[in-house]
């Protein structure tokens, strides 16, 4: 959560560069942290048994993704589509931190994205 966080800060520091004097970005930080709750429903996989966890998996994700794009929506008082390339370019460092660990270490992943289905 910190890369990501710090990776959102960063793409929100580039934008912002030169146009305002004092941005307070720690109330960007309390915004992604609160609409990252959505992540209790994956509590909800341990207690139901479900025909395809992996599905509920990526609605989850998809479900926080749009959180953190309203989020960050409401922070900036911009338009949606600068805060989905905002919330991109976390999402892909994200992905990026998670590829460069799992080729590191030697990890074959066996489902998601990266698997060799």
Do not use: C, H
Not at 16 to 37: C, E, P, T
Not at 49 to 68: Q, R, T, W
């Amino acid at each position: 959560l910190s890369l990501y966080v710090g990776a959102l800060v960063w793409a929100a520091k580039l934008y912002f560069r030169g146009k305002f004097a004092f941005v307070k970005y720690n109330y960007l930080v309390m915004a992604i942290i609160l609409s990252n709750f959505g992540r209790g429903f994956l509590l909800l996989l341990m207690i139901w048994d479900y025909d395809d966890p992996y599905m509920f998996g990526a609605i989850v994700e998809l479900f926080i993704f749009s959180s953190n794009i309203v989020a960050i929506q409401v922070w900036m008082d911009q338009s949606t589509w600068v805060t989905v390339v905002i919330t991109s370019v976390g999402w892909a460092a994200r992905f990026l931190f998670t590829l460069v660990v799992q080729y590191a270490f030697g990890f074959r992943p066996t489902i998601g994205l990266l698997s060799p289905v």
